[in-house]
């Protein structure tokens, strides 16, 4: 079956626009986690969605948002661009088991300038 | 979480064992053991995961030592393709709805040809 497909896969933007990044989660799997990558901070957590709720937050500003479809599909926007919201965004998919695996996709990686 | 430690890095030949070892001292009895791996220019991968007994599937063993506060990760026969950063991540089994990976920094696995 598709794995977890993100789009766009590249993206810049510049300081002060907002950005929306989207992800289609494996057929089935009714979590969508989301996490930035940056070579400072390494993998961050950013939020977790489960059937349109948002269940889990990791320590990032409110200009970080995002939602979740009835059909799973996740989005996420970041408002107000800084330059260090430049990384790579990742997007990962479970069943609805916190011992499963995640599944995650290829990521946006996101330029601001 | 409870948090690992890992070597930064560390190298190997190729077709040789890799045994890539990890520290959770403070591990409680409900964490489950989790590996992934990232290579480059891609999201996370699942490699495999543990709670008491060591584990085989097709990519990996896992060897969790008897008092649970250690592991390593066994790759039997390692090949170019297996260059990676490899993580070593606990999570509560009964985290409910808690789905959360958190990162630390990782191995760095280089396989030398």
């Known amino acids: 079956k598709a794995g977890v497909t993100q789009t766009p896969r590249y993206l810049i933007k510049t300081r002060g626009q907002q950005v929306t990044l989207s992800c289609s989660p494996i057929?089935?799997?009714?979590?969508v986690s989301w996490y930035q990558q940056t070579p400072g901070q390494g993998l961050q957590f950013l939020f977790e969605y489960f059937s349109e709720t948002q269940r889990n937050k990791g320590n990032f500003p409110g200009r970080f948002s995002g939602r979740q479809f009835s059909n799973s599909r996740s989005e996420m926007n970041v408002s107000t661009l800084e330059l260090g919201d430049s990384a790579l965004y990742l997007c990962a998919s479970t069943r609805d088991s916190s011992y499963n695996e995640q599944f995650f996709g290829p990521g946006t990686r996101l330029t601001v300038l | 979480d409870a948090k690992t430690t890992q070597p930064n890095s560390m190298e190997s030949n190729e077709e040789e064992p890799v045994h890539l070892p990890c520290n959770h001292s403070t591990i409680s009895g409900t964490d489950y053991i989790h590996w992934y791996r990232q290579l480059p220019s891609q999201g996370p991968e699942y490699v495999i995961h543990g709670l008491t007994s060591n584990v085989n599937n097709r990519m990996a063993s896992l060897a969790i030592a008897e008092d649970r506060k250690s592991s390593t990760l066994i790759l039997h026969r390692a090949t170019l393709r297996d260059a990676a950063v490899y993580y070593c991540?606990?999570?509560?089994?009964?985290?409910?709805?808690?789905?959360?990976?958190?990162f630390g920094k990782g191995t760095l696995l280089t396989v030398n040809p």
């Open positions: 057929s089935g799997h009714r979590s």
């Open positions: 991540i606990l999570r509560d089994r009964g985290g409910g709805s808690n789905y959360q990976l958190t």
